[in-house]
């Protein structure tokens, strides 16, 4: 069977070449007369692939010397319990943005352990747009703020880096790491699940400036500390080697189509045909205001959940699979994330186009 256009929204397409790499170096790695997946964390060969995919990264993002890199395990879900394990250590408060469910249950998890406030939230709007805060938004006392910088399941982003003053800023940012340049200066801790934008699941990096490390909890589980897993290189355990790899040669991929400037002007193309599209007409609608529209995930409805229905499952006999959205709000997303070229854009908007002729509505 021919290979489809993938929209999922995670886990979601890798680049072709990036696979066609990992399946040539499959079953022998280099001259280690093994697979990736057989070798030992601390042979020198992965040694150098860990070392290798950290420097690619601080390269790709342009990461500032005082901050750490750290590859665990886990998804970014195990995320929303270390960020406040390790840095709710000074007042005990901290406070959220609520602008999606991923926000919204990293808020849930911190209240196991401080006095968490939301600072601003768009629930009552369906979280249809990114709310918008000043500095006055912040209690002065608050440890860190956290956000989620893009919300995969409503297709919304944050237009722009809330201004939290002296209080550090913290970051979810699964579904958008890689789309675009990103100030990483502007954060105290960024963390992304990689199986949005990065590499296969089961891999979570954390970007994390040094002066917030070495004051967790006291009870904070060894694998969920910041301080400990960056002084032993991510490998306090086994680290997930074969995700790291493959994020390695997803690096590589960035590098050599000129980095995320490119990358975000190829991704900015994509989403444009698409929103242009959507902005044309009336018979799909586009739910999220424009001044927060993701350029990942693209959400629309028909407004009939039975065309929406059917939508997905005709797409998806041409070859354009996993559109539907979210079980939690209905309708159609489309992820496109770094890996889905422009033509898989181009043939989902010519079957909207045919869809909308071919099914009136009444
Ligand atoms: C997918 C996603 C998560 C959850 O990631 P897991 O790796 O499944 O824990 C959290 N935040 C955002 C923004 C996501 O897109």
Redesign the pocket.
């Known amino acids: 069977m021919e290979r489809v256009f993938n929209f999922s ?2 886990p979601s397409m890798l680049p072709e070449k990036v696979l066609a790499r990992a399946a040539e170096e499959m079953l022998c790695y280099e001259d280690s007369g093994t697979s990736v997946m057989e070798m030992s964390h601390r042979s020198p060969v992965y040694e150098k692939i860990i070392a290798d995919a950290e420097a690619l990264l601080r390269k790709v993002m342009e990461i500032p010397d005082n901050y750490k890199v750290l590859f665990l395990q886990g ?4 995320q929303f319990a270390a960020v406040p394990l390790n840095l709710l250590n000074k007042n005990g408060k901290a406070d959220y943005i609520l602008s999606g469910q ?1 926000s919204t249950k990293a808020y849930q998890e911190a209240q196991k352990y401080g006095d968490i406030a939301v600072a601003a939230s768009s629930k009552d709007a369906n979280f249809s747009f990114v709310p918008k805060t000043d500095k006055n938004s912040f209690r002065n006392d608050a440890d860190y703020v956290h956000i ?1 910088f ?3 399941i409503y297709g919304t982003k944050f237009p722009y880096i809330p201004d939290t003053g002296a209080i550090p800023l913290v970051a ?1 940012l ?2 958008c790491i890689l789309s675009e340049p990103i100030d990483v200066s502007k954060f105290g801790l960024i963390y992304a ?1 990689a ?2 934008n990065m590499s296969a ?1 089961g891999l ?1 990096v954390v970007i994390v400036r040094e002066d917030l490390l070495g004051n967790a909890r006291k009870d904070t589980p060894a694998m969920l500390d910041y301080k400990l897993m960056a002084d032993n290189g991510s490998m306090y355990n086994t680290p997930p080697c074969w995700c790291i790899y493959i994020a390695k040669l997803v690096y590589e991929w960035i590098l050599e189509l000129g980095g995320l400037k490119a990358m975000q002007k190829r991704n900015a193309e994509k989403a444009q045909i698409l929103y242009d599209y959507l902005d044309s007409q009336d018979y799909y609608l586009a739910p999220v205001e424009k001044e927060s529209r993701s350029m990942m995930n693209v959400t629309f409805v028909t407004g009939n959940a039975e065309l929406d229905k059917k939508f997905a499952s005709e797409a998806a006999a041409e070859g354009l699979i996993n559109l539907k959205g979210h079980r939690s709000v209905g309708g159609m997303r489309a992820s496109i994330y770094n890996a889905m070229p422009k033509a898989g854009v181009e043939k989902l908007v010519a079957f909207m186009k045919k869809f909308a002729k071919n099914n009136p509505k009444a």
């Open positions: 929204a995670g998804g970014a879900s195990t991923f989620c893009n919300n995969t979810d699964s579904s699940g199986q949005k699941a979570t």
